[in-house]
């Protein structure tokens, strides 16, 4: 009785139309919709989902986010241009001076070349006779090279290259999110096609016992059976429709969890019906994985080897900073244009070398930069080993599942043929007299049952592949080489 009140619930729930996230392709009651859209198949939905999964989308953001993050590394190499002038408006001295710099950081080193102009007009005091110039100004050209620390790397080179490693991170994550979500839409597309020929076997088995309803009253009234075979059949009859509304409730729900995956141009989700519900249980096949696989091929420890890379170069550059520095620097300068108030001093080819040397003699800040990344590089190494011994352990453990997989479906489809073999034997004799009704209602629902069996070992036998392609890393299998 419980049964029947929580069916007749089930029917008025699914009575109620779909919800309005996208119902282009949902008509009523999971009925035929757009015949000439043909079957949903996994390849349609693995390229929705390729193309408009929110998560796949948010990886992408993430990879544009890191070329940004790189970019802006790439700043420190930029150029930069200043002008500076100056003039005393009142007092004794009326000397002005205008004067533009141009400096560019080496790519290959921690200096920096740089080159400048300036012009002055007027009267300056003695402490400031270095802003004397020529009538047409004065031309500087300078460089300051780096010996010791900042030659091999400083912080402008090392955050250039953390910042392209965090590009190669940000690929390997969005790798990463689009294989997790093609395995899911591959389960959920399996569910849904799984769910819909559950129903059919169900609807079925409805059909055959509403074909023998009208016999059965006409022998009921005519006397030639019991009146309560005519109540033995609407039980049967009921306790049947209970489970076509049970598994019409789980195909909505199939349906809306394919939803999330299968998605139009604009990426709003549809849910789709059973119109569009493959024929067979061919569906729910799904191509064998490439055998051949390297552990190296997961984005994941693509991604670790990734950190390791951008901890080395941290490690680098608290090291050099341990160094001392020794930079040599060097400037050439000419006065040009008729002799200024500064006199004829400024007029010769000027030439200047000079040097600066420091040592640091705590630097506790480098000395703890060091160890906090040799720290975190050994963290890195013990991950490392755990992700490979893990992904090792999952792929194996898939592939034992597929045999295993692979093994049932050929038993329960050998157990299924048996059943409906019994069962339409069982259908004759009872035509001819020979069988009961409760005789030929078991061994159809026996049938039904083993039927229900291979659908779910079908299923299991893709969701196993779909895992194994996971494991592995076949970017083909899952569906992310298919064209737009």
Do not use: C
């Not at 009326?94 to 920096?112: C, L, M, Q, S």
């Not at 040592?359 to 040799?374: D, M, S, Y």
């Not at 490392?384 to 489809?413: C, N, P, W």
């Not at 779909?466 to 592995?472: D, E, H, P, S, V």
């Amino acid at each position: 009785m419980i049964r029947l009140i929580a069916a007749a619930m089930t029917a008025a729930l699914m009575s109620h139309p779909l919800p309005a996230m996208a119902q282009s392709e949902a008509a009523d009651d999971y009925g035929p919709q757009d015949p000439a859209a043909g079957p949903l198949m996994l390849e349609d939905v693995l390229r929705a989902s390729a193309r408009s999964s929110p998560q796949i989308i948010e990886a992408l953001a993430g990879i544009r986010k890191a070329q940004g993050t790189a970019l802006k590394a790439e700043g420190a190499f930029d150029t930069v241009f200043g002008v500076e002038g100056r003039s005393r408006v009142t007092g004794y001295y009326d000397g002005t001076i205008v004067e533009g710099k141009a400096t560019r950081p080496f790519v290959t080193n921690g200096g920096y070349a740089y080159g400048g102009y300036r012009v002055s007009r007027g009267d300056f005091p003695i402490y400031e006779d270095k802003s004397f110039t020529n009538e047409l100004g004065e031309f500087k050209l300078g460089a300051l090279y780096s010996l010791v620390r900042d030659r091999l790397i400083d912080e402008r080179r090392a955050q250039r290259s953390i910042a392209a490693s965090g590009i190669d991170i940000a690929r390997f994550e969005a790798q990463a999110a689009a294989i997790g979500v093609q395995s899911r839409a591959i389960t959920a597309y399996q569910q849904w096609v799984a769910a819909g020929l559950r129903l059919r076997a169900y609807r079925d088995l409805l059909e055959l016992a509403e074909s023998r309803t009208g016999a059965i009253n006409r022998q009921v009234e005519l006397g030639s059976q019991p009146r309560i075979l005519r109540t033995e059949n609407e039980q049967n009859l009921v306790r049947r429709r209970a489970l076509v509304i049970e598994a019409e409730q789980a195909f909505g729900a199939a349906a809306a969890r394919l939803a999330l995956y299968y998605r139009d141009a604009s990426g709003e989700p549809i849910i789709v019906g059973a119109g569009r519900l493959p024929e067979s249980s061919e569906a729910l096949d799904f191509a064998r994985p490439d055998p051949e696989f390297s552990v190296e091929q997961r984005p994941e420890l693509q991604s670790l080897l990734a950190q390791v890379e951008q901890s080395t170069l941290s490690l680098a550059l608290a090291e050099n900073a341990l160094k001392p520095r020794f930079d040599l620097t060097a400037e050439v300068g000419k006065d040009i244009g008729d002799e200024g108030l500064g006199g004829p001093s400024r007029t010769p080819f000027e030439t200047i070398v000079g040097f600066r040397f420091s040592v640091p003699l705590q630097n506790r800040a480098a000395k703890g930069r060091i160890a906090e990344t040799e720290a975190g590089l050994d963290q890195l190494a013990m991950k490392q080993k755990y992700l490979r011994d893990q992904i090792r352990t999952e792929v194996d453990a898939m592939r034992i599942a597929v045999e295993g997989a692979e093994r049932l479906v050929g038993t329960s489809r050998q157990e299924y043929e048996l059943a409906r073999e019994l069962a339409n034997a069982e259908r004759r004799r009872f035509q001819l007299g020979s069988s009961d009704f409760f005789l030929v209602n078991q061994r159809e629902e026996t049938a039904t049952n083993a039927q229900i069996q291979l659908i779910d070992a079908q299923a299991r036998i893709g969701s196993t592949r779909a895992g194994l392609a996971a494991a592995t890393a076949d970017r083909s299998a899952l569906g992310l080489g298919l064209d737009p």
